[in-house]
């Protein structure tokens, strides 16, 4: 069985979505993409970086949850610990597929591997969220996971514009993040950029209006203040050092 399916209401009628949270469900992460058009929503908790592709030919934004792989601060037990969970983590384990040949729609498909997965008889079954109601209409669950994948896909489709903004005006910087841990080990973590703040404060009245005008004001803004969390951030990493 391949991995990533089509999702039909014929072959997943019965299959039901565990939208607990907890690391055996694939949320010890260390951080996901997020795209411009929900920055207002992750600044609230998450720090909002840039990194490169993995191709290096540009860069994408992302949450950052942790300093290490696997480490997921906002993740405690059963429980994720913030207001807001990124679109691509709160739509998993769908994803969108390729159209049909000949079709110029998106589909919607499931990653059947993931454990959130599951038929009848597995544990838990129950108290999942079925995919589809009796009559065979997309069960509310569905629904808002549609529409968490269609503000995903227009954000993506927005992004390169955004980038291609910051990289015009050069406001991208290496951020190199230092701290101590509860141990009182110093670490150090590169690979990430963030927001040149004295570069954007500089920029001229034309280039203000230029990046207003194309929306890309309010996502830089909400990069800027999210960097904020990253103290809080720290401070997660050593309470749970000191607990342990």
């Not at 990533?4 to 949270?21: F, P």
């Not at 950029?193 to 194309?214: K, M, T, V």
């Amino acid at each position: 069985m391949n991995d990533q399916q089509l999702v039909t209401i014929d072959d997943h009628r019965a299959v039901r979505i565990d939208r607990r949270r907890g690391a055996a469900l694939g949320d010890a992460v260390q951080l996901c993409l997020v795209v411009p058009s929900e920055f207002r929503q992750v600044q609230n908790a998450y720090p909002i970086l840039f990194q490169r592709t993995p191709a290096r030919d540009g860069f994408q934004a992302i949450a950052l949850f942790g300093f290490a792989p696997e480490e997921n601060l906002y993740l405690e037990g059963d429980r994720w610990d913030a207001p807001y969970i990124p679109l691509a983590m709160a739509t998993r384990p769908f994803l969108i597929g390729p159209p049909p040949a000949g079709g110029d729609l998106a589909q919607l498909h499931l990653s059947a591997a993931s454990p959130r997965v599951l038929a009848p008889g597995d544990a838990g079954y129950a108290e999942a969220s079925p995919l589809f109601e009796a009559d065979g209409t997309p069960s509310s669950y569905l629904a808002a996971v549609l529409d968490g994948l269609a503000q995903l896909d227009r954000g993506y489709r927005a992004a390169p514009d955004f980038f291609d903004a910051l990289e015009r005006h050069e406001l991208l910087e290496p951020v190199s993040i230092r701290f101590d841990d509860a141990e009182g080990n110093a670490r150090h973590i590169v690979d990430f950029h963030g927001i040149h703040e004295e570069r954007f404060a500089a920029l001229d009245g034309a280039a203000l209006g230029e990046l207003h005008r194309d929306g890309h004001l309010l996502p830089i803004t909400m990069a800027l203040a999210s960097l904020a969390n990253l103290p809080l951030l720290i401070t997660r990493l050593q309470r749970r050092g000191a607990d342990a």
